[in-house]
T-cell receptor, first 113, second 115 residues
Framework: EAQVTQNPRYLITVTGKKLTVTCSQN?????MSWYRQDPGLGLRQIYY???????DKGDVPEGYKVSRKEKRNFPLILESPSPNQTSLYFC????????????FGPGTRLTVL | GNSVTQMEGPVTLSEEAFLTINCTYT??????LFWYVQYPGEGLQLLLK?????DKGSNKGFEATYRKETTSFHLEKGSVQVSDSAVYFC??????????????FGQGTILTVHP
């Protein structure tokens, strides 16, 4: 089944404790992206990647890092989480940046205390 | 920069009522326009899309027409069902510039349909 998977689905952590949210897709997609969803703000792009070893900042990259060492994986790293990073996070992928449909993962709900 | 504005929610309707969710956008160039739907506890799914002016996207009884003159892409359905209860997001895909390919989302509209 073609899909985007994220882990964990739910995470409660404390300020300053490094964490990684994994994202994997099995569709051989080149383009991958991370969004955060906050009430009243919709989804905002954090980082994106057009291919292996090619990443760039989105609208709200502060406090986040990403890497793209393999085509299928695009982990999101929070080196020192803070409470304002409490949010619902979505990973998405598409064949390329030109393609109309992005496929979304199920989301990761992160709470930083 | 690009932006998408959706009508304020939440929207509550009875089954078989007519649905309209307004969406307007600001963008440079000629973006593609989308409606995504998010069912409870799930990720976003593409509902419909339109890639150029006057295109009509349709799926599952929902429709939206790309109106360049009014920069709008309103979502409509003639008869909603309880199963349509979800959050609906209007979005555009940048047509060019430094963020080519990025999706810009509206704030989302919560729809609740009662039997």
């Amino acid at each position: 089944e073609a899909q985007v998977t994220q882990n964990p689905r739910y995470l409660i952590t404390v300020t300053g404790k490094k964490l990684t949210v994994t994202c994997s897709q099995n569709m051989n997609h080149e383009y991958m992206s991370w969004y955060r969803q906050d009430p009243g703000l919709g989804l905002r792009q954090i980082y994106y990647s057009m291919n292996v070893e090619v990443t760039d900042k989105g609208d709200v990259p502060e406090g986040y890092k990403v890497s793209r060492k393999e085509k299928r994986n695009f982990p999101l790293i929070l080196e020192s989480p803070s409470p304002n990073q409490t949010s619902l996070y979505f990973c998405a992928s598409s064949l390329g940046q030109d393609y109309n449909e992005q496929f979304f993962g199920p989301g990761t709900r992160l709470t930083v205390l | 920069g690009n932006s998408v504005t959706q009508m304020e929610g939440p929207v509550t309707l009875s089954e078989e009522a007519f649905l309209t969710i307004n969406c307007t956008y600001t963008a440079t160039g000629y973006p593609s326009l989308f409606w995504y739907v998010q069912y409870p506890g799930e990720g976003l799914q593409l509902l419909l899309k339109a890639t150029k002016a006057d295109d009509k996207g349709s799926n599952k009884g929902f429709e939206a027409t790309y109106r360049k003159e009014t920069t709008s892409f309103h979502l409509e359905k003639g008869s909603v069902q309880v199963s349509d209860s979800a959050v609906y997001f209007c979005a555009l895909r940048n047509a060019g510039g430094t963020s080519y390919g990025k999706l810009t989302f509206g704030q989302g509209t919560i729809l609740t349909v009662h039997p």
